[in-house]
């Protein structure tokens, strides 16, 4: 299921076609960050990174040079170093680079000041993602003033600087089918964690239970790491979009609000279902979460190729604001309420967002000014919600401090739309059941 190092080439001839003549693209890797005194955290590739090398250390740079007759891929990264491969784990060095990652030339990081203005020279254009990375964009502009210093012996700067995000932001929105095979994956293993909390879960448990029993079960299947921090809001912390605490007791008549998704290979899952603590929705419970369902559907059921990307959004704004009305949160008519954006009060936030390597993944959501169109091998979450604020005075107290949110991955494929993550019940009826059965 890994992706193949034929993958990553084309990823990069891909990348290296769209550049302009005569050019350069250079890529740092992630930086390793302090967590307190001694302790990093955890070392995490940077996505644009590892897109096109597969690399997974850091203090690393890519650097693309199309046309180049000893190679258009040059990598720099840590040499081997014995004394510190026993303290931090072992290191491919430049040989490994070359042998196991396909790298045309491959030097020792501590020589890129001398080596890598000699590759800018000559080529009229860099491409480079300026902005994301202070300190690195101060060496991009270190080598580029060295050639610069060199004017009059002869030496050939290059006169313009181009984005790169933009060529390969747009690379990575449409997913190959390796990727797609890896993103189904991490949403099984997400799906069979999100089923384990609903059985775990009872009145008196803890809400960083619940995050442990997830974590248990992608660890257990290959998934070491969560794509995001995992919310699991209990009753009113429900009402919290990212409330990430954890810390509170579930209490008899909650509702529980999990969003959790695993990372696999460098690829995120993103799934929420909503529950109620003690295996049985309220009355007012269940006329919500089957208005944030209904809208979950209708929006899920236009997701095809020639859609635009706006479209799942206003289907579950009309579905949320009708359904709010009818049972009396809201007061007029739809189109009113719509054009007045009355539904933000209990709806806030936008049906989704793409996803890919990164959670909230990248690609332009709009082209020109209009919506984007989906095509095949886009994936996007779809993931409306109700929030009742538990001060919310202009409701009756029995809708308060109700939060649903109801999340899947979804494929945008030839033909229409797959649901990644459909392994998790999401009906009132499944859920019940499947609570029922656990506590029994």
């Not at 208005?291 to 059921?301: E, H, M, P, R």
């Not at 649903?404 to 494929?411: A, G, H, Y």
């Amino acid at each position: 299921m890994n992706i193949s190092k034929q993958e990553f080439a084309r990823r990069r001839k891909n990348l290296m076609a769209q550049l302009e003549p005569d050019s350069i693209a250079i890529v740092p890797s992630a930086r390793e960050l302090t967590r307190n005194r001694d302790c990093d955290y955890p070392f995490r590739q940077d996505s644009d990174f590892f897109y096109l090398t597969g690399f997974s250390e850091p203090e690393a740079v890519l650097v693309l040079l199309p046309g180049r007759k000893h190679g258009q891929y040059v990598l720099f990264c840590r040499d081997r170093d014995p004394a510190m491969e026993l303290w931090n784990g072992y290191r491919a060095g430049p040989e490994g680079a070359c042998a196991d990652f396909a790298a045309d030339d491959a030097f020792p990081i501590s020589d890129i000041d001398d080596i890598l203005p000699g590759l800018i020279e000559g080529r009229e254009r860099v491409y480079y993602a300026m902005g994301g990375h202070a300190e690195f964009d101060r060496k991009v502009m270190s080598w580029v003033n060295v050639i610069r210093s060199k004017v009059r012996s002869g030496a050939h700067p290059p006169g313009e600087f181009l984005d790169l995000n933009h060529l390969l932001h747009d690379l990575r929105l449409y997913k190959s089918a390796a990727e797609i095979r890896v993103m189904r994956k991490a949403a099984k293993i997400s799906a069979a964690a999100h089923v384990r909390a609903m059985q775990f879960c009872k009145p008196g448990v803890n809400e960083y239970e619940l995050e442990a029993e997830i974590r248990h079960e992608f660890a257990s299947n290959g998934a070491r790491d969560a794509a995001y921090s995992t919310i699991v809001g209990a009753g009113n912390n429900g009402c919290i979009l990212h409330y990430i605490e954890n810390c509170e007791t579930v209490k008899d008549g909650d509702l529980v609000l999990i969003d959790a998704g695993c990372e696999l290979q460098c690829y995120a899952a993103d799934i929420t279902r909503t529950f109620p603590a003690n295996g049985k929705f309220s009355k007012e419970q269940k006329a919500l979460y089957e208005l944030v369902l209904k809208a979950q559907l209708a929006a899920i059921k236009i997701i095809k190729p020639g859609s635009h990307w706006n479209q799942a959004h206003d289907v579950t704004v009309k579905v949320i604001t009708k359904g709010l009305v009818e049972l009396g949160l809201l007061k007029g008519t739809v189109k009113k309420l719509i054009e007045a954006g009355a539904y933000k009060d209990f709806y806030m936030h936008r049906a989704g967002h793409w996803l890919g390597m990164d959670v909230h993944d990248v690609g332009d959501y709009k082209v020109g000014d209009e919506w984007r169109v989906l095509e095949e091998g886009m994936v996007l979450t779809v993931e409306p919600g109700i929030y009742v604020a538990p001060d919310n005075k202009k409701v009756a107290k029995k809708w308060r401090g109700i939060g649903i949110r109801i999340e899947d991955d979804v494929l945008v494929t030839k033909e229409g739309h797959d649901v990644l993550s459909d392994e998790v019940p999401k009906t009132v009826k499944e859920i019940e059941a499947l609570m029922a059965k656990s506590n029994s």
